[in-house]
């Protein structure tokens, strides 16, 4: 898979990954206020941005497997600290449970662990037939909307709610369709959580209708080294709206990892 990626190349290394119908844009907050203290490598995921956007099921194991592929292919074999904001937590998730041994501090952003119910499931096999019947995402992404953003995004910052709608809609429908079917069919991971073993963060936004902070706490507390965080006046998309309050709390969860201390200051 022929995956587009920013890669700010210092170290330790940080891999964030985007949420959905999204691209590595969402990150340029992260990148430019933390790249000069971490390695920052931000991918397009499968069907999104520059990259590749193959017919199929983007199921969430292949996306974690095309990160993998991607690291490979940098060299990068070292454990990383992984961060994913909604599908990218979905992706995350998959990618720390099935190869732990990549992955030395976690970031779950924004996303949850429990699965599709069968009706999100039907409706976005639904939504995933629309797009592909009318060649693009507008009609789908004009309802996202609301639910991506908090209220005080939408009123104060107009300017970040249209770039990030201009990246949506530059999403093939091949990529949406191949997205909303992988996601429909992953797997509930709330009883893997136990089983992760390395620091995590939980962050959330405030007014996150999509993954509200209740689910968050679920998320922290069945997770054994986990610490929730909720970003004051952001929603779903708490790194884009709300960077100043997640790169602190991003930097402050890195000062604390294991061996990391010396080189990042919080
Ligand atoms: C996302 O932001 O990635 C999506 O809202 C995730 C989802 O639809 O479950």
Same mark, same amino acid.
């Given at each position: 898979?022929?995956? $587009? %990626? ?9 891999v964030?990954l &985007? ?18 203290? %971490? ?5 397009? #995921?499968? +069907? ?10 983007? $199921?969430m194991d292949?996306?974690a497997?095309?990160v993998?592929?991607? #690291?490979?292919?940098? +060299?990068?074999?070292?454990p990383v600290v992984l961060g994913g904001?909604?599908?990218g937590g979905y992706v995350a998730l998959s990618l720390v449970l099935r190869y732990p041994e990549r992955v030395c501090g976690l970031m779950l952003m924004?996303t949850r662990a429990a ?49 990030? #709608? ?20 992953r797997p509930d991971r709330r009883d893997d959580l136990s089983k992760i073993t390395v620091p995590t963060l939980v962050l ?11 689910e968050a706490r679920e998320i922290a507390g069945r997770i054994p080294q986990a610490r929730l965080v909720?970003? @004051?006046?952001?929603? &779903? ?5 709300? @960077? ?6 991003? #930097?402050?969860f890195?000062?604390e990892l294991p ?8």
């Amino acid at each position: 898979m022929r995956l $587009a %990626c920013s890669d700010s190349r210092s170290s330790p290394i940080l891999v964030l990954l &985007h949420g959905f119908p999204l691209s590595r844009a969402m990150w340029d907050g992260q990148i430019e206020a933390l790249g000069s203290v %971490c390695r920052i490598i931000a991918p397009d #995921l499968r +069907g999104h941005g520059e990259s590749d956007a193959p017919d199929g099921v983007y $199921a969430m194991d292949e996306m974690a497997d095309d990160v993998i592929e991607l #690291l490979d292919a940098m +060299g990068i074999t070292q454990p990383v600290v992984l961060g994913g904001l909604s599908m990218g937590g979905y992706v995350a998730l998959s990618l720390v449970l099935r190869y732990p041994e990549r992955v030395c501090g976690l970031m779950l952003m924004d996303t949850r662990a429990a699965a599709d119910t069968p009706e999100t499931a039907r409706g976005r096999e639904e939504t995933a037939r629309t797009v592909l019947h009318e060649g693009d995402g507008h009609s789908m992404i004009e309802t996202m909307i609301p639910r991506l953003f908090s209220k005080s995004t939408r009123e104060k910052l107009p300017h970040k709610v249209g770039a990030m #709608l201009a990246v949506m809609e530059r999403t093939s429908s091949q990529g949406i369709a191949g997205a909303l079917r992988g996601m429909a069919v992953r797997p509930d991971r709330r009883d893997d959580l136990s089983k992760i073993t390395v620091p995590t963060l939980v962050l959330v936004g405030e007014d996150d209708a999509v993954s509200p902070v209740d689910e968050a706490r679920e998320i922290a507390g069945r997770i054994p080294q986990a610490r929730l965080v909720v970003i @004051p006046g952001a929603g &779903h998309l708490s790194p884009f709206e709300n @960077p100043t309050a997640t790169n602190a709390a991003i #930097l402050g969860f890195l000062a604390e990892l294991p061996g990391l201390a010396a080189t990042v200051t919080a």
